[in-house]
């Protein structure tokens, strides 16, 4: 019975990581100061775009007010100063950074970067966890009570990860779980009984 138990658990994990990935963005030069960028998921969602200066401030964000499973958009950078800048691209638990640098008209992407978020999945004492490191990031996974910092381990750079986090030895009480990507940082709330 238990095995059969954990062997749902990991179906169920592995389609769900599985049927995310699907995001794909585009961003090309129009013209002058202008690009399109163009953004496609097998999912009906919400896309968010956000463009971010070098140092985080956003200077331009919009959220679409229908799920999609397509986005198209031409943006004119013309009121932006020459510089490196940011295009953030979020549809549902994926989103995709690309980098471009904007030089006399010039758009030009310099890197990108995609991530969809992990998922975590309760059962009794365990949590389990599935993640797909499309950056190839360094990884690590923490666990916090109140007083702080309970257990901390790195994990291999590997492309599909599954942990199990074991809570059993842990008193009944609420946790939170912090999983590390490189720069990304996603938390997860835990209650053990």
Do not use: C, W
Request: no cysteine; glycine share 4%; hydrophobic share 40%.
């Amino acid at each position: 019975m238990k095995t059969t138990l954990l062997t749902a658990v990991f179906a169920i994990l592995a389609s769900a990581v599985f049927a995310s990935g699907n995001l794909k963005v585009n961003m090309s030069q129009t013209e002058s100061e202008k690009a399109v960028v163009e953004a496609t998921s097998a999912r009906m969602e919400l896309f968010k775009v956000e463009v971010q200066d070098e140092f985080g401030d956003v200077v331009y964000s919009k959220t679409t007010k229908t799920q999609a499973e397509n986005y198209k958009m031409k943006y004119d950078f013309s009121a932006l100063e020459d510089g490196t800048y940011f295009l953030n691209v979020k549809h549902g638990n994926e989103y995709y950074q690309k980098r471009f640098s904007l030089e006399r008209g010039d758009v030009e992407v310099i890197s990108q970067r995609k991530v969809v978020e992990p998922i975590f999945i309760q059962k009794g004492d365990k949590v389990k966890m599935s993640y797909l490191n499309f950056p190839q990031d360094e990884m690590s996974i923490h666990v916090y009570d109140d007083s702080g910092l309970l257990h901390d381990q790195k994990l291999e750079n590997e492309f599909a990860v599954h942990k199990s986090i074991d809570l059993s030895e842990l008193r009944s009480g609420d946790y939170r779980i912090v999983f590390a990507s490189g720069f990304d940082i996603f938390e997860h709330d835990v209650t053990v009984q």
